[in-house]
Nanobody, 124 residues
Framework: QVQLVESGGGLVQAGGSLRLACAAS????????MGWFRQAPGKEREFLAA????????KYADSVKGRFTISRDNAKNTVYLQMNSLNSEDAAVYYC?????????????????WGQGTQVAVSA
């Protein structure tokens, strides 16, 4: 059983920053790629960023490029999402996910395990 647990969400003022964390536990494994997604009310879950465990290669959605940074700590089995310059459009539930693919995949169906999500709210 693989478990992914997100943390770090909360309420932030517009223009502020948050850092989300995703801790992986359970079976001994080394998933090839980890991703961050978000889902706002009434919208589909969208890809934000992905990172490979081994090389640390990254990929970002255009909507967050330059504002969000994904990183990982292999020793802690933890992936992070640093979010800066937050605005109202960033308010959503944020999810991390794990994929066996060695590629920086962006589609939801490429991810095998998902966390329960952490809420991010942005105040004006």
């Amino acid at each position: 059983q693989v478990q992914l647990v997100e943390s770090g969400g909360g309420l932030v003022q517009a223009g502020g920053s948050l850092r989300l964390a995703c801790a992986a536990s359970g079976r001994t494994f080394r998933w090839n790629t980890m991703g961050w997604f978000r889902q706002a009310p009434g919208k589909e879950r969208e890809f934000l960023a992905a990172i490979t465990w081994s090389a640390g290669s990254t990929k970002y959605a255009d909507s967050v490029k330059g504002r969000f940074t994904i990183s990982r700590d292999n020793a802690k089995n933890t992936v992070y999402l640093q979010m800066n310059s937050l605005n109202s459009e960033d308010a959503a539930v944020y999810y991390c996910a794990a994929s066996q693919s060695a590629l920086l995949v962006v589609a939801r169906y490429n991810y095998d395990y998902w966390g329960q999500g952490t809420q991010v709210a942005v105040s004006a």
